[in-house]
């Protein structure tokens, strides 16, 4: 389902969520959740004081904070197309990795040096944030952090080598903190054995983490059902968001069910936010990804386990991002985009196909990238392939706040396939906006809002997206 024409200068609206998408591993070993087809109440409630929608890590995050905050609503409602976090948090690599400097170049080119410190240093902060929510509230969902450096990048060709150094460099001289979280390795044999990487030219090692991603977000809607009084209604899609009657602040909701009335209402629906939003047309663009399970071979077993989780990069853009998974030692590995084309991918919205291309390019990548993979025995190898939806805008930062002209509307979507590192804190800045608290006390980057400015920028084409991403921010995971 194409919803951006290639090229096309008035993009499509993308639509809603597809009925029975394919099944990630995550949503594959978790059939046994009874939050599955979960309404808390047989019908919707006719009113509510805060109404979400969307119901993956965003919506759940925000849900969290709201009801766990000082002054919780009396009444949340949240609101889902399909079954819970069966969207993009549902599908992704379960990587939780924050960008402590290969993006800074692309952001201060974009919004200066300021808001390109601060964007690196929130997702540093979201990573402390998410390990302190789980570990706070006792969720079991795989949880793992590398020690001290939990991550390598690594650079499969010079063009790549160079770019990671030179954007190093350029973030220490502008005060970006690198001492004790960045680690350089620019020697080749170096990198290729510190990485077990066959054809590693750099390497650069910084913090990082990894989780089941549906196991999270399924404990914090759990939580606020069980002990906040969340009302979960799946399977629900919104249909419009209108204001209510004159003389009445708030919206109304329409779904195929029923109406409802909220006082607020957030809009955590990432890439299928233009269908109720047609301001963000073009400027929040539904992308597919595949992501893949794979069983490794002895050498990557056991004691032989990889101590990182990895992205193997090309150029500036080209990657394949993975983890390998402590609890079962199964490797998580997502990417291949630069081997199709990109009418594939941006503008469209099928999670219920997968690209054949991709899915050959992730069975063979392990054996491609690391040295001594080895033949892989049955059973070992590609276990399973998917597909799932991010949400990308022109400059690679999401949209969060109060939406203009919509007083008590509140966005946070767009996060450009790096949702585990900003999601978290952004949820957390929605929630204290509800609150009436100032943008300040977010410590969000201003540059996050959804500014007039903004929102009046010229719509962009497919190509334009994708240069744009290019050179103002690099594409993330």
């Not at 032989?304 to 992205?311: A, C, D, E, K, P």
Request: charged share 20%; glycine share 10%.
């Amino acid at each position: 389902m194409s919803t951006i024409a290639n090229g096309a200068a008035n993009p499509i609206a993308p639509g809603y969520p597809l009925p029975n998408p394919c099944l990630s591993f995550w949503l594959q070993g978790t059939r046994n959740a009874a939050i599955l087809g979960h309404r808390t109440t047989e019908t919707i409630p006719e009113s509510c004081d805060v109404a979400v929608i969307g119901s993956g890590i965003s919506g759940a995050a925000t849900a969290y904070f709201l009801m766990t905050g000082s002054n919780p609503p009396k009444s949340v409602v949240m609101l889902e197309a399909r079954e819970a976090c069966h969207g993009a948090t549902g599908r992704n690599g379960g990587h939780c990795r924050p960008d402590c400097y290969r993006g800074y170049t692309g952001y201060k080119a974009r919004f200066g040096k300021e808001q390109a410190l601060k964007i690196l240093q929130n997702e540093m902060d979201t990573l402390n944030l998410l390990v302190e929510v789980v570990k706070k509230e006792s969720i079991d969902c795989d949880l793992w952090q590398g020690k001290s450096y939990g991550n390598t990048d690594i650079a499969m060709d010079q063009a790549c080598a160079d770019f990671f150094y030179s954007t190093l460099k350029e973030f220490q001289a502008d005060g970006g903190p690198t001492e004790g979280i960045v680690e350089w390795i620019g020697d080749a044999e170096e990198a290729k054995k510190r990485t077990r990487t066959l054809k590693a030219v750099a390497a650069a090692e910084f913090p990082a983490g990894s989780l089941w991603p549906y196991k999270l977000v399924i404990a914090l809607l759990t939580l606020c059902i069980e002990k906040h009084g969340l009302n979960l209604q799946t399977n629900t899609p919104v249909r419009s968001v209108v204001p209510a009657a004159e003389g009445t602040a708030g919206y109304v909701l329409k779904t195929d069910r029923s109406d409802l009335r909220a006082s607020k209402v957030v809009f955590a629906t990432n890439a299928f936010t233009a269908t109720l939003l047609p301001q963000f047309l073009g400027r929040i663009a539904p992308f597919r990804g595949q992501c893949s399970a794979v069983i490794p071979t002895k050498p990557f077993a056991g004691a032989n386990m990889l101590t990182h989780t990895y992205s193997h990069r090309y150029g500036i853009n080209n990657f394949d991002y993975m983890i390998q998974r402590p609890t079962d030692g199964i490797i998580i590995i997502g990417g291949g985009r630069w081997k199709v084309p990109i009418e594939l991918l941006i503008g469209q919205t099928d999670d219920t196909e997968k690209i054949p291309a991709l899915t050959e390019h992730l069975k063979g990548a392990m054996k491609e990238y690391m040295t001594d993979w080895g033949g892989e025995a049955v059973g070992e190898g590609l276990l399973v392939d998917w597909t799932g939806i991010m949400a990308y805008t022109p400059e690679a930062v999401p949209y969060v706040g109060e939406i203009h002209g919509m007083p008590g509307a509140f966005i946070t979507a767009g996060h450009s396939g790096h949702g585990m590192a900003r999601t978290f804190t952004c949820s957390r800045g929605i929630a204290a906006l509800i609150r009436g608290e100032s943008w300040e006390s977010t410590k969000l980057p201003e540059c996050f809002q959804p500014t007039l400015e903004r929102l009046a920028s010229p719509k962009m084409t497919v190509e334009q997206m994708w240069c744009e991403e290019g050179i103002n921010g690099p594409m993330m995971h």
